[in-house]
């Protein structure tokens, strides 16, 4: 149990740190784009880094408690990595069960910009070459599209958060085997002290 919960803490790790090497690369990449919008999405940005931040140093934690076998280390790892699973099997619920429910809405997007993207490629010293059926091959492209991403996020919902509840489980029961082992370690040493039957008896006093 102690490799397997090193392997996750490991792993866990290196995901959050390139989640927050990307999430600052892509922030300056933005700030080029649009400097005058930059103020209006720092609230969210700051705070992604934060959470990216503080999930790195945990997991960071996590990969030197189960290492030495600190207690205290995985216990922190173990309640933010439980807190990180319940948000994002929301998050990941949430965001299949509105692409299941608004998916009309998804698809006259995906067409939307598909026609955009086909209009804004048409040179000016050219006129565009009508092509017969392009709304339908455009609509049955962006529904197939659209059914694809929601089997494929369904099936990421569902094996990625059953993975990340075991997980989490795996590590729960690791910090409660070193808490165990901390007990029996309390209890041995005790056992090392002389026993009442071994210690000389004391004189009766004399009135």
Not at 31 to 56: E, G, K, R
Not at 79 to 108: C, G, N, Q
Request: hydrophobic letters at 50%; one cysteine or more; glycine letters at 4%.
């Amino acid at each position: 149990m102690k490799i397997g919960v090193t392997i996750i803490a490991v792993l866990s790790t290196i995901g959050y740190l390139v989640g927050t090497v990307s999430l600052f690369l892509s922030k300056s990449h933005l700030d080029s784009m649009y400097p005058i919008q930059s103020s209006q999405y720092a609230p969210v940005f700051w705070s992604m880094a934060a959470i990216y931040i503080l999930y790195t140093l945990s997991s960071l934690l996590g990969v030197v408690g189960s290492i030495t076998q600190k207690r205290r280390l995985v216990l922190i790892f173990s309640i933010l990595y439980w807190i990180m699973v319940i948000l994002t099997l929301i998050a990941s619920f949430a965001v299949w069960i509105i692409l299941l429910v608004r998916r009309s809405d998804v698809e006259t997007g995906c067409e939307a910009a598909v026609t955009n993207s086909v209009a804004a490629t048409d040179s000016p010293y050219h006129s565009p070459v009508a092509i017969p059926n392009q709304q339908v091959q455009v609509q049955d492209a962006c529904s197939q599209a659209i059914r694809n991403v929601t089997i494929g996020l369904g099936v990421i919902v569902f094996v990625g958060n059953a993975l990340q509840l075991y997980f989490a489980s795996a590590i729960s029961a690791y910090a409660q085997r070193l808490k165990r082992n901390n007990q029996h370690q309390k209890l041995r040493d005790l056992d090392e002290f002389p026993s009442a039957k071994g210690m000389p008896a004391m004189a009766a006093p004399v009135y």
